[in-house]
Structures are given as structure tokens and as C-alpha cells.
């Protein structure tokens, strides 16, 4: 009847009355002076290969910042803020010389160091040029890799050696690489550092999206559900996962983070067992983009990540259509389909995430010592320490 009322309940659970979405900022942003932000700045960062420090000046931008990566004429790798220090146009179009870099705008010249050299366009070259310094960051160059540190000049850490990199094998190598390796998909990954980081600290949906979702990505043992626990380290997180062989043996997989954004996640095509062989790092571009270096041994000229035989059959991402994607999604469709910066707000975590609850209050607690002046984790200050070393790796142990 017209003008009565609906004693019917109201469905309160429609998406209308959903609160307003919301991410974790303290762990997602990385601008100078964000909490993480101030927190990546207290470790070296892969900024590039060795090879793209050159004569040619090349842009990069990394934790929010913008720069432009040379190396002068005498060999030595110069990283330098973009915007010259004198009238504020892009070192890009620069040109390198024997002492370093030349502004084409007025000629200014600046070293690796950002010293001003040189003002053509003054008296003498620049009476006072010895005041002005270009805004630029330490370079180093191991593994085949360019680190930067960006962070306070007096908290300054050694650059970090790895066991894993260090110790060879009769005909191994150490060989870079800059394609994102472990994205699971294209070179720059439009979505936030943390999404793909965390993943890490995630097995159970290797055998979900790696496995049953999308048909067989890896060996086949790993589509196996695992058996799971995770250990907080000196130096990030770690997660043993155990699988049932069919002769009854098991294996053990050993995956880790280490700070700030190392990922040490063992061949997951099982082409070989034993320690882990290769080390990524998760950099972050800015708050919605990240790329991975990659680190690691290699025998002769094989590849960074040998395959198991039988094992990868479908095409590489790059030659998959959007329809082949969107049918058999992987790590990139799932990690960048939350979003550019995912809505933590909105997460209803579960046993199965206890790894991922893990990494991030051990983040905040690293994010709190730095902000009470403390040093985090994983860095060091002794130039003769011994190369670190890491407990990832597959494992074939007795049942």
C-alpha cells in the first residue's frame, strides 16, 4: 500500500557502506623524509649495471628522486641530482668529459663529486665556483651492479658482500642483470615496491597461481601444498617450506628477505638443488613502480635462471596477447592488479599471511629505529667483515 512502510532489514553489506580505503603509508611511501623513505635511505641500492655508467649521460630515478647516472673520462661513475644547481635544466642533455659532467645550458662543469670545475660564462671560469656543489650521491661498483647510497653522509654503510656471489665454482661466474627477473613480467612494474616484496614471504599461493590456476609455472612438486613456518632473521625474514617427494624423501625450500629489498628465492624450476644462486633486489622507483636487479652465478653462458627439463613450455610474457594474460595470470597480473598502492585497509588477513604480518611489523619496527637515530638491521660498518650469508636454497633431505 501506498505511503507504508518496509519493516524488511536492510542489507548493510553492499560495497556502498564500505569505509573510505586507505594504505599503509609508512611502508609504501618512499620520498626523501617519509618514514620509509628515511628507512631505504640507510642502505646501498642497485641503480643500475655497471655498463649504463657511460659517456653517455643517462636518467634514472630512484626512491622518488630524479638523476642522471655518467661516468667521466678517467672511469669514474658519477650520480648526480638532475636539475643543475644553476639555473635548474636537466643534466641529461649534458655532456661527459675527462673531469665529468658539462650543463648545456651555461657550461657549467661538475666532477662525480658534484664539485664545480668550471663556469665559462664568469670571470676566470668562476672566482667563487669552488662554493657550488651539484647535489649527487656515493657510487660502487660489485657484482656486475652500480649502488647508490642516498642517505645521510655520516650514517654511510659499508657496501655489503654476499657468500652466495662470492664463492665460485670451478667454471662459474658472476653475472648482472637489469629485466626484472621474478616480476613475472615487464622491466618496470607499475604498482608498488611493497606488493611484490612481500610476496616472498607468501608460498601458499605458489601452488594457487603458480600451479593450479594457471596450469603447471614451475617444477611440478611445486604445485604441492606446502608445509609452511616462518623465522624472523638478523637481517629480514625467512621461510622453510616442506614438500612430499614421490620416492618419500622431502624437500626443503629456504626462501628469505633481507633488508632493505633483497630477495633471495631459489630456482623454482629445481634445474638445480643446493644453495640459492642468485639475489634480487626490489628497488623502488617511486610509490607506484619498482624494477628488480638481479645478481648471480652462472656457469659459462647460461642463463641467469636454468629451467628444469619439460619445465616453462608456455611463451614469455612479453609475447603473451592481454586475452593469454588475463587466462593464465602470474605474479605481475596479480601483484599489479591490486593496484598501484594496494588498500591495506581493506585486506582481511589469514593464518596463510603470517609470513607477510611478519615482514611488515618487523619493517615498522626498523621504520621506529630509525626515526629514534638508531642503525636498522642489516647494515654494517666493518670494511673486513665477512661476506653474508644466506640459508635460502632447495634441499632434498631423507623422509
Not at 616462518?230 to 614438500?243: A, F, M, N
Not at 619498482?290 to 612479453?318: E, N, Q
Request: net charge neutral; proline share 8%; charged share 25%.
Amino acid at each position: 500500500m501506498e505511503g507504508q512502510r518496509d519493516d524488511r532489514p536492510i542489507d548493510t553489506g553492499t560495497a556502498y557502506h564500505r569505509p573510505a580505503s586507505r594504505h599503509i603509508a609508512e611502508l609504501t611511501e618512499v620520498a626523501r623524509g617519509t618514514p620509509m623513505g628515511e628507512l631505504m635511505r640507510r642502505y646501498w641500492h642497485p641503480v643500475g649495471l655497471c655498463a649504463d655508467a657511460g659517456a653517455m649521460p643517462r636518467e634514472i630515478r630512484v626512491l622518488g628522486e630524479d638523476l642522471v647516472l655518467f661516468r667521466d673520462g678517467a672511469g669514474r661513475p658519477g650520480l648526480v641530482w638532475a636539475r643543475c644547481c644553476h639555473r635548474g635544466t636537466t643534466l641529461y642533455y649534458g655532456k661527459v668529459e675527462a673531469r665529468g659532467i658539462r650543463c648545456c645550458y651555461h657550461g657549467w662543469l661538475f666532477d662525480v663529486e658534484g664539485r664545480c670545475l668550471e663556469q665559462p660564462c664568469e670571470p676566470e671560469l668562476g672566482r667563487q665556483r669552488h662554493k657550488i656543489r651539484q647535489p649527487w650521491y656515493p657510487v660502487a661498483e660489485r657484482y656486475g651492479l652500480l649502488f647508490a647510497y642516498m642517505g645521510p653522509p655520516e650514517k654511510k654503510p659499508v657496501l655489503p658482500r654476499y657468500e652466495c656471489l662470492e664463492v665460485l665454482e670451478e667454471g662459474e661466474h658472476v653475472a648482472a642483470d637489469d629485466t626484472s627477473i621474478g616480476s613475472g613480467g615487464g622491466v618496470i612494474a607499475p604498482c608498488n615496491w611493497l606488493q611484490h616484496y612481500e610476496n616472498v614471504m607468501d608460498p601458499y599461493h605458489v601452488p594457487i597461481l603458480h600451479g593450479t590456476f594457471s596450469g603447471t609455472q614451475f617444477a611440478e612438486v611445486m604445485n604441492q601444498m606446502p608445509e609452511v613456518s616462518w623465522e624472523v632473521t638478523d637481517r629480514g625474514v625467512k621461510s622453510l617450506q616442506i614438500r612430499r617427494l614421490e620416492d618419500g624423501k622431502r624437500m626443503h625450500r629456504v626462501t628469505e628477505v633481507a633488508l632493505p629489498t633483497l630477495r633471495v628465492v631459489p630456482n623454482p624450476y629445481l634445474g638445480t638443488l643446493g644453495r640459492v644462486e642468485s639475489i634480487g633486489w626490489t628497488l623502488p622507483i617511486d610509490d607506484t613502480h619498482y624494477r628488480i636487479y638481479v645478481a648471480g652465478r652462472v656457469k659459462g653462458s647460461g642463463a641467469m635462471l636454468p629451467r628444469a627439463p619439460g619445465a616453462g613450455r608456455r611463451k614469455h610474457w612479453r609475447d603473451m596477447t592481454p586475452e593469454e594474460r588475463r587466462a593464465f595470470p602470474g605474479d605481475w597480473e596479480a601483484q599489479t592488479g591490486q593496484g598501484p598502492i594496494t588498500f591495506h585497509s581493506e585486506e582481511h588477513l589469514a593464518a596463510s599471511d603470517k609470513g607477510i604480518a611478519m615482514l611488515r611489523r618487523l619493517l615498522k619496527r626498523q621504520v621506529e629505529a630509525v626515526a629514534q637515530g638508531k642503525d636498522p638491521i642489516g647494515v654494517g660498518f666493518d670494511p673486513d667483515a665477512p661476506p653474508l650469508r644466506f640459508e635460502a636454497g632447495n634441499w632434498v633431505v631423507p623422509g
